[in-house]
């Protein structure tokens, strides 16, 4: 049976066949014949998407029939544990650096191959030198700082935590580092404390220090959190669209949620009087009037700043801060004040239960397939392939 939130899609969607067959100026029939073929009317269109809403739904319970014992799980992670494990090191990339040359009418000149490699040699050698200050005692930013540009050094020198990749897997390790820098993270005898310069091509050098991995028995995969979101006040371009916010507004932006938290720790600092200061003054229309709860999300699909926060080794429910909040072109347009009000499935486990589900649903739908062979008829295959 269709759930509640499966007829909300259908519903959802055939209004917006309304709506665009509107701005397309046709009937709903001839903007889904357009779309679809000479076969297709809004009675048929109705019917295929509410088989297919409800199939997947049905796939996603029939998945969630697939439970595992707790030997089951501990097996599969003896399996599997460089894929399943966090992972914590730190990295500094020494990008090289050639001069900047410019041609009579001002037009860039590309520097050649031999100033290339030339640069490349030394960023190779402030790499090794970096290499050299750490096992010599001196703390990794401290380090990088002396050797990276003038302009990421800062970074370095007032954040000691500053490119220190905390509680990542190995499958997240792989995908996000260039594969030797990956390779050398994930070799299983690296010890706490290793540290080594590797080159990255057309690039420069990554220095990279293993600091340890664990199976992460801290580390949860989805959270509930309550979000109040404070977007700064924009003046708007020619066009009438809105302008990236200056650096004054984007600062009263910030001294309003920092008000905020004020607020809250001032009075009961409670679930209940954050929701309250939610339904006051977030931005956010989706949940304000729920008091900015947002159940069961899960860390891939959220920011990376607020990731970074409330998936943060140390948080526990009850905490509150504020992160920066970005629009879709990543560009920041506000804050937002979090407070984190519990932890769901520890994050290995997560991960763990997925595969394991998704090979033993494979396996039967394979079995159903072959109870219920489907063929194209002779008047299916003259339908075009649109």
């Given at each position: 049976?269709?759930?509640?939130?499966?007829?909300?899609?259908?519903?959802q969607?055939?209004?917006?066949?309304?709506?665009?067959?509107?701005?397309?100026g046709?009937?709903?029939?001839?903007?889904?014949?357009?779309?679809?073929?000479?076969?297709?009317?809004?009675?048929?269109?109705?019917?295929?998407?509410?088989?297919s809403?409800?199939?997947?739904?049905?796939?996603?319970?029939?998945?969630e029939?697939?439970?595992?014992?707790?030997?089951?799980?501990?097996?599969?992670?003896?399996?599997?544990?460089?894929?399943?494990?966090?992972?914590?090191?730190?990295?500094?990339?020494?990008?090289?650096?050639?001069?900047?040359?410019?041609?009579?009418?001002?037009?860039t000149i590309?520097?050649?191959?031999?100033?290339?490699?030339?640069?490349?040699?030394?960023?190779?050698?402030?790499?090794?030198?970096m290499?050299?200050?750490?096992?010599?005692?001196?703390?990794?930013?401290?380090?990088?700082?002396?050797?990276?540009?003038?302009?990421?050094?800062?970074?370095?020198?007032?954040?000691?935590?500053?490119n220190?990749?905390?509680?990542?897997?190995?499958?997240?390790?792989?995908?996000?580092?260039?594969?030797?820098?990956?390779?050398?993270?994930l070799?299983?005898?690296?010890?706490?404390?290793?540290?080594?310069?590797?080159?990255?091509?057309?690039?420069?050098?990554?220095?990279?220090?293993?600091?340890?991995?664990?199976?992460?028995?801290?580390?949860?995969?989805?959270?509930?959190?309550?979000?109040?979101?404070?977007?700064?006040?924009?003046?708007?371009n020619?066009?009438?669209?809105?302008?990236?916010?200056t650096?004054?507004?984007?600062?009263?932006?910030?001294?309003?949620?920092?008000?905020?938290?004020?607020?809250?720790?001032?009075?009961?600092?409670?679930?209940?009087?954050?929701?309250?200061?939610?339904?006051?003054?977030?931005?956010?229309?989706?949940?304000?009037?729920?008091?900015?709860?947002?159940?069961?999300?899960?860390?891939?699909?959220?920011?990376?700043?607020?990731t970074s926060?409330?998936?943060?080794?140390?948080?526990?429910?009850?905490?509150?801060?504020?992160v920066e909040?970005t629009?879709?072109?990543?560009?920041?347009?506000g804050?937002?004040?979090?407070?984190?009000?519990?932890?769901?499935?520890?994050?290995?486990?997560?991960?763990?239960?997925?595969?394991?589900?998704?090979?033993?649903?494979?396996?039967?739908?394979?079995?159903?397939?072959?109870?219920?062979?489907?063929?194209?008829?002779?008047?299916?295959?003259?339908?075009?392939?649109?």
């Amino acid at each position: 049976t269709l759930s509640e939130a499966g007829q909300a899609s259908v519903d959802q969607n055939l209004n917006y066949l309304t709506m665009y067959s509107v701005q397309s100026g046709l009937t709903e029939d001839a903007y889904l014949k357009s779309a679809y073929g000479d076969n297709m009317n809004k009675s048929i269109f109705k019917e295929l998407l509410t088989q297919s809403i409800l199939a997947d739904e049905y796939a996603q319970v029939k998945a969630e029939t697939f439970t595992y014992s707790d030997e089951e799980m501990d097996a599969y992670y003896k399996e599997n544990a460089d894929s399943l494990d966090t992972y914590d090191y730190r990295v500094c990339y020494i990008n090289y650096q050639t001069e900047e040359k410019t041609d009579e009418e001002g037009n860039t000149i590309e520097p050649t191959e031999e100033e290339i490699d030339a640069a490349m040699k030394e960023a190779g050698a402030s790499a090794k030198a970096m290499v050299s200050d750490v096992r010599s005692g001196t703390s990794f930013n401290t380090a990088a700082a002396k050797y990276v540009a003038e302009t990421s050094a800062t970074a370095y020198t007032e954040d000691p935590d500053y490119n220190r990749q905390k509680d990542v897997l190995g499958s997240t390790v792989s995908s996000s580092l260039s594969s030797d820098v990956s390779a050398w993270i994930l070799d299983a005898a690296r010890s706490a404390g290793d540290i080594t310069s590797i080159e990255i091509e057309n690039s420069g050098y990554c220095v990279v220090q293993f600091l340890g991995r664990d199976k992460g028995d801290d580390s949860y995969q989805t959270a509930t959190y309550r979000n109040i979101q404070i977007l700064a006040k924009t003046d708007k371009n020619d066009d009438g669209t809105d302008a990236a916010p200056t650096e004054e507004q984007l600062n009263a932006a910030k001294e309003k949620a920092d008000a905020i938290v004020e607020m809250w720790n001032d009075g009961d600092a409670t679930a209940d009087t954050f929701a309250e200061l939610a339904a006051k003054n977030s931005s956010d229309e989706g949940t304000k009037e729920n008091g900015g709860l947002n159940e069961d999300a899960n860390r891939d699909n959220l920011s990376s700043a607020l990731t970074s926060w409330l998936f943060d080794r140390d948080r526990k429910a009850g905490d509150v801060g504020v992160v920066e909040y970005t629009d879709s072109t990543g560009t920041v347009v506000g804050y937002e004040v979090i407070y984190a009000e519990g932890f769901g499935q520890i994050r290995w486990e997560y991960q763990a239960t997925n595969t394991l589900r998704s090979d033993d649903y494979q396996t039967w739908y394979a079995e159903v397939q072959e109870n219920y062979p489907a063929e194209l008829t002779e008047k299916g295959k003259e339908i075009p392939n649109l």
